[in-house]
């Protein structure tokens, strides 16, 4: 399985762009295909024929979510005005250190709204928004 793949993935979720998400999917998932039809035809170590692909695919995507979850170093966050989470050493005092924050391209800096310019060494995705009022109210 190409792990380009499930960073692709990844950093599709990350920018919630879903259309990036089901490319990334649709790949990897004839990736597996093509690494079960390898495997299939050597007879060592090979997956039976109904090895359940959907449950693969589904445990991948789950991979691939905890890894989005997960703190990542700032080299590798979106740097086109998304909003992500930040972590920042010694932020305002020793009790605060994560805060909410994009890159600013044009500056060449990441900044948060009631900091200004911050320098993050960890960042991660916002997690999403209630889908209903209810949940938001919960």
């Known amino acids: 399985m190409s792990t380009r793949l499930i960073q692709d993935l990844h950093a599709g979720i990350s920018r919630r762009d879903w259309d990036a998400v089901e490319v990334a999917a649709n790949r990897l998932r004839d990736d597996v295909e093509d ?3 390898i495997l299939a035809g050597t007879g060592i170590g090979s997956l039976p024929n109904d090895y359940p692909l959907p449950r ?3 445990d991948a995507l789950s991979d691939a979510i905890a890894v989005e ?3 990542q170093p700032i080299k590798t966050a979106p740097k086109d ?3 992500v989470l930040l972590f920042v050493p010694n932020l305002d005092s020793d009790w605060r250190n994560v805060c909410e924050g994009y890159y600013d391209a044009e500056n060449e800096v990441w900044e948060n709204p009631m900091f200004g310019a911050v320098d993050p060494t960890r960042w991660q995705p916002l ?3 209630p889908e209903t009022e209810r949940e938001a109210m919960e």
């Open 69 to 71: 979850r997960a703190w």
């Open 35 to 37: 690494t079960r039809r």
């Open 127 to 129: 997690p999403a928004p």
């Open 56 to 58: 693969l695919a589904a």
């Open 81 to 83: 005005w998304t909003d």
